[in-house]
């Protein structure tokens, strides 16, 4: 029993991880063809693209009554994102970035991150207040296209190329082939996300382990794989628009979209209280390491490889919290 467990959570991860793929494959390839430049890329397309896990697991969660799973996945993929494939992407590379992602990008998902925590503290997060989340991701999505066609409507006829734009093959640039694999890619995270919830639930449940703490860690590592392997090969290729775009957008969306679609689903019950159950000191946790990035970038505009080792650091320090506590 526990081996056929382990096979079909295997099986999940592999699905979500090339579902992902191909899904950032061919939403990426449709992107470039529309002249969109690299940064909103990552900050939507990309994004949105490597957070379907999250969105997927959240939702079979949620009409499967496991709302804490759902809502732990979010915020553990969130800190998952800024401590692991963060810490790890600079350990390969280090990542800069524009001043732009420092005064707007970061300080937005910030704000973001507290109104989730405000949002939290009676314990419910409601349908209509999942709607205020929804709302949120459509004004955000709305705001970077507009930025998308101000710097195309001022850029010069005659400007290069952006020289982090890669070019796109020529299979890729058939619009009936990006809609293939933006289905098919969709279709394997749905089924890889179904596979995992339900192995992660039972072989927690079989080791006595609690729903906060399977959603926290392994179901919210499982989900971050696409968001590591794009960031970290983004990253390699010199893409760092892409690749630091990617993990703040992933991160607005997992908190507006993911968990607003799933609240409107079924409103999330927090078990225990949002105080009781320990989940406060958890955001409080996202929230901090939220903010490492920009305290790192503020002046050099740069995550260092020393960067990289203190978040993953952070990460081994939370992954043990969470163990003792368990």
């Known amino acids: 029993m526990v081996i056929s467990h382990l096979i079909a959570f295997t099986g999940g991860l592999l699905l979500l991880y090339y579902g992902a793929h191909w899904l950032v494959e061919g939403a990426s390839a449709l992107a470039r063809s529309l002249g969109l430049t690299p940064m909103v890329i990552g900050l939507t397309v990309v994004a949105f693209g490597t957070s379907t896990p999250e969105l997927v697991v959240s939702l079979v969660s949620a009409v499967k009554g496991k709302s804490m799973i759902a809502l732990g996945n979010v915020v553990g993929s969130n800190i998952c994102n800024f401590t692991l494939v963060l810490g790890l992407t600079a350990v390969f590379q280090p990542v800069t970035t524009s001043r732009i992602v420092i005064r707007r990008d970061l300080p937005l998902m910030l704000v973001v991150s507290v109104y989730l925590l405000v949002l939290s503290f009676n314990s419910v997060i409601s349908r209509l207040e999942g709607v205020s989340l929804l709302a949120g991701i459509v ?3 709305w705001f970077n296209y507009k ?15 952006d020289p982090s734009a890669r070019p796109v ?45 399977v959603g926290l860690t392994v179901v919210a590592f499982g989900t971050s794989v696409p968001e590591l392997a794009t960031s970290v090969v983004a990253a390699m290729k010199k893409e760092m628009d892409i690749s630091l775009g990617n993990l703040v957008g992933s991160n607005v969306f997992n908190l507006l979209s993911v968990v607003g679609a799933t609240a409107l689903v079924r409103p999330i019950k927090i078990e225990g209280g949002f105080i009781g159950s320990g989940l406060v000191v958890d955001y409080l946790v996202m929230i901090a390491i939220s903010a490492l990035p920009w305290v790192f970038m503020r002046r050099g505009l740069t995550i260092t490889r020393r960067h990289g080792l203190i978040l993953l650091g ?12 368990s």
């Open 147 to 161: 930025v998308a066609v101000e710097v195309n409507r001022t850029r010069p006829p005659d400007a290069p190329k």
């Open 314 to 325: 952070c990460y081994a320090a939370y992954v043990i919290f969470l163990i003792l506590k």
């Open 169 to 213: 093959g020529v299979w890729m640039q058939k619009r009936w082939l990006q809609g293939v694999m933006v289905a098919g890619g969709t279709l394997a995270v749905v089924v890889g996300a179904d596979l995992l919830v339900d192995t992660a639930v039972s072989i927690m449940t079989t080791l006595g382990v609690d729903e906060k703490f």
């Open 139 to 141: 004004a955000y999505t």
